[in-house]
C-alpha cells in the first residue's frame, strides 16, 4: 500500500463517524431526533384517532343544540 492510500483510507474511516464531537454534529442529530419525534406522534395520534369511537358530545352536537 502506498502512503496515499494510507491517508485516503483514515480519511474514509473519519467521514464515516457521525459528528458528534461538535455543536453543529450535535444540534444536527437533535434536529433528526426532533424531526423524527414529530413524525412518530403525528403517525401514533393518528392511529388513535381512527380506533377511538367518536364522542357521544361532540363538537357538531353542541353546534346544533346552539340554535335551539
Not at 49 to 65: Q, R, W
Amino acid at each position: 500500500m502506498s502512503s496515499a492510500e494510507i491517508a485516503d483510507n483514515k480519511w474514509e474511516v473519519q467521514a464515516a463517524k457521525a459528528p458528534i464531537a461538535t455543536i453543529g454534529g450535535l444540534a444536527q442529530l437533535l434536529m433528526i431526533v426532533g424531526f423524527t419525534a414529530l413524525f412518530g406522534y403525528i403517525l401514533a395520534m393518528s392511529i388513535v384517532a381512527m380506533v377511538t369511537p367518536k364522542a357521544a358530545n361532540s363538537l357538531e352536537e353542541s353546534y346544533k343544540n346552539l340554535k335551539q
